[in-house]
């Protein structure tokens, strides 16, 4: 009996080790503005502007109050959660999450959950 409760006092510190860290800004390799592809980065009303702090498109303009990093099978996945507003109405704010994953190729997946994640490519700098 010492023995079991041993072996579980030794593996419980491990198992509840954080898989999740939080961060107050986007990592720098998402920085930049993307579109769903090439084609489409002159497209104001398809891209979408992330920095440190911040993530823009036609639609809102966020301020990023923190970003929570996962340990996921292939690779860590990212939640921005963010503070919105739309262009027409400034004042009014929403809170937002949006999932971001890197892809292979310098691409990333976003959305505002895993259903709906949708492939996008960073745009040449102008």
Not at 19 to 38: M, N, Y
Not at 49 to 69: L, M, N, R
Not at 91 to 119: C, H, M, W, Y
């Amino acid at each position: 009996m010492r023995t079991l409760i041993a072996l579980v006092s030794a593996l419980l510190p491990s198992a509840s080790l954080a898989d999740s860290v939080r961060h107050l800004s986007v990592p720098e390799r998402f920085w930049g503005t993307w579109a769903p592809s090439a084609d489409l980065c002159a497209d104001d009303k398809s891209v979408f502007v992330v920095s440190a702090k911040g993530y823009v498109s036609s639609q809102a303009s966020c301020t990023i109050q923190w970003v929570t990093e996962t340990v996921g099978a292939s690779g860590p996945f990212y939640s921005a959660h963010m503070r919105c507003s739309n262009p027409a109405t400034p004042n009014e704010t929403t809170e937002v999450n949006r999932i971001i994953v890197a892809n292979e190729g310098g691409e990333l997946s976003a959305g505002p959950d895993f259903k709906q994640l949708k492939s996008y490519r960073r745009c040449p700098a102008n």
